[in-house]
């Protein structure tokens, strides 16, 4: 039965990952142009890429 509850299809983190990994190939790879497209700085988006392996 429905509960009323909308589940959410992803975690954050997967969503974030997506995210990053959409950035990056419609960048060709260039990360300061993939950060600049997520609106974070390219420190943060080298963490985020070694956080979830996406070297």
């Known amino acids: ?5 909308t589940k ?3 975690s954050l983190d997967d969503l ?4 990053i ?3 990056l190939d419609m960048s060709n790879g260039r990360r300061k142009v993939a950060a ?5 700085s390219e ?3 080298y963490r985020k890429i070694k956080e979830y ?3």
């Open 36 to 40: 600049d497209q997520l609106g974070i």
């Open 16 to 19: 974030e990952r997506d995210m």
């Open 8 to 10: 959410m299809p992803q």
């Open 21 to 23: 990994k959409r950035a």
């Open 53 to 55: 392996g996406l070297e």
């Open 43 to 45: 420190r943060t988006l």
């Open 1 to 5: 039965t429905d509960t009323g509850k």
